[in-house]
T-cell receptor, first 113, second 113 residues
Framework: GQQLNQSPQSMFIQEGEDVSMNCTSSSIFNTWLWYKQDPGEGPVLLIALYKAGELTSNGRLTAQFGITRKDSFLNISASIPSDVGIYFCAGLEGGGSQGNLIFGKGTKLSVKP | GAGVSQTPSNKVTEKGKYVELRCDPISGHTALYWYRQSLGQGPEFLIYFQGTGAADDSGLPNDRFFAVRPEGSVSTLKIQRTERGDSAVYLC???????????FGPGTRLTVL
């Protein structure tokens, strides 16, 4: 099925460093979402983006909705150990499949204290 | 308030057996989704319910998979004649209505031996 291309696949960083990850698609999405998943848990929504070009922050997290509506990035500033986890981008389908989420493969973040 | 709950948290079965996975959505949420997450992958859409009816089952991989939501609340995902390739985490999500923020349960980890 349709998938988003998410990179990098994994990151190993030092506590306090900034992190950047991105997501691209061959299809247009009208809504982009970023989720975080901890081991044994379901994904938890971090940021939702609804308009092309939109830049939205949630604490140390900042995400942007690409102007072409085919890409998005997520930045985490001043990383801390609890940022460890897998980050997924997701596009919200429209039309007849409205409401269905298409996920990337995830970026696994490891933070060294 | 209570989030989405899923039972069992883990299920181990033998190839060829029948399994049922249960999802309890957030109270009052009319939209319910099932996703499947294979190791190292993002969740993939299976089926969506609006109320009692399966409005979109385009993600079900084959006719061994079936889901019901008879009273518009709890949903059960049923897998017949399980195969080793069915091993995955099965996630349930609910939203107040289609297109709204989806809240995920912790998932059921299915292992088919």
């Amino acid at each position: 099925g349709q998938q988003l291309n998410q990179s990098p696949q994994s990151m190993f960083i030092q506590e306090g460093e900034d992190v950047s990850m991105n997501c691209t698609s061959s299809s247009i999405f009208n809504t982009w979402l970023w989720y975080k998943q901890d081991p044994g848990e379901g994904p938890v929504l971090l940021i939702a983006l609804y308009k092309a070009g939109e830049l939205t922050s949630n604490g140390r997290l900042t995400a942007q909705f690409g102007i072409t509506r085919k890409d998005s990035f997520l930045n985490i500033s001043a990383s801390i150990p609890s940022d460890v986890g897998i980050y997924f981008c997701a596009g919200l389908e429209g039309g007849g499949s409205q409401g269905n989420l298409i996920f990337g493969k995830g970026t696994k973040l490891s933070v060294k204290p | 308030g209570a989030g989405v709950s899923q039972t069992p948290s883990n299920k181990v079965t033998e190839k060829g057996k029948y399994v049922e996975l249960r999802c309890d959505p957030i109270s009052g949420h009319t939209a319910l989704y099932w996703y499947r997450q294979s190791l190292g992958q993002g969740p993939e859409f299976l089926i969506y319910f609006q109320g009692t009816g399966a409005a979109d089952d385009s993600g079900l991989p084959n006719d061994r998979f079936f889901a019901v939501r008879p009273e518009g609340s709890v949903s059960t995902l049923k897998i017949q004649r399980t195969e080793r390739g069915d091993s995955a985490v099965y996630l349930c999500a609910s939203s107040s209505t289609r297109g709204d923020t989806q809240y995920f349960g912790p998932g059921t980890r299915l292992t088919v031996l």
